[in-house]
């Protein structure tokens, strides 16, 4: 098991950790780290390990091994040797790249909020993200207005907080999940809720992401498209401005 320190604090830029374990195929296992390992359409962090006698390693992406609960942080090239078990190093992130991921995360929520339709899928990337709804209603999305109400929750000034819950508040109360393709993690006893506003006033609901701390630092962000994808999904992209 790896100790994801970001979901502790996602402004975390570095770490010291030791290394665990190197996979067969060079991914470096480190007992505690910053990097996002990619889910539920974010993608996983780029950056560097600082190891003692190979220098700084650049890591392409993190990803989960099978167990879904250890991050392997991957090279972006071949290690010239594998460093040994125990050894300690400096995992540090790219923060510019982590930093727009999580200002889109978090405008991607504020999305969800405005249309009020089932998630069928999504996509969070550092210049564009895009939502996928089952929108029944053909009429009930105008790209310009999305944008204006977009923008106005954004500069609102929303505090984004978390909240735990058990897997049997979860169960409780389903309509909590609104990503259809991507259901939260159970099975650990506790789900990590996102709540935007007062009490998660405009948005709540399980995410293991990473976002800001406030709408605010969304920065600014806009509507680009709404595309039909079939009979009655409608895929909405956004870009930063």
């Not at 091994?65 to 010239?80: C, E, F, G, N, R």
């Not at 564009?128 to 053909?138: M, Q, V």
């Not at 789900?191 to 990473?210: F, H, N, S």
């Amino acid at each position: 098991m790896t100790e994801k320190l970001y979901r502790a604090d996602a402004y975390a830029r570095d770490c010291e950790a030791r290394i665990v374990s190197v996979t067969d195929r060079g991914g470096i296992i480190l007992d505690r780290t910053v990097f996002y390992a990619a889910a539920g359409g974010q993608p996983g962090d780029k950056g560097a390990i600082d190891i003692p006698g190979l220098g700084t390693i650049e890591i392409a992406t993190a990803v989960y091994d099978a167990d879904k609960d250890t991050i392997v942080h991957v090279p972006a090239q071949p290690l010239p040797s594998a460093p040994a078990a125990g050894t300690t190093v400096k995992a540090s992130l790219d923060w510019e790249l982590r930093h727009k991921l999580m200002r889109m995360h978090t405008g991607l929520h504020l999305l969800c909020s405005l249309v009020k339709f089932p998630v069928t899928g999504g996509q969070i990337g550092v210049d564009e993200g895009r939502l996928d709804f089952d929108i029944t209603d053909a009429d009930a999305v105008d790209k310009d207005r999305l944008s204006e109400q977009l923008q106005e929750l954004i500069d609102g000034h929303h505090a984004v907080a978390e909240q735990w819950i058990t897997d049997a508040e979860l169960e409780a109360n389903p309509g909590l999940v609104r990503t259809m393709a991507v259901k939260p993690p159970m099975g650990s006893g506790h789900v990590r809720l996102v709540l935007i506003g007062a009490d998660g006033a405009i948005d709540r609901q399980p995410c293991g992401g990473t976002h800001v701390a406030n709408t605010d630092e969304v920065g600014r962000l806009v509507v680009t498209k709404i595309e039909k994808k079939g009979k009655v999904n409608r895929r909405v992209r956004v870009a930063f401005a």
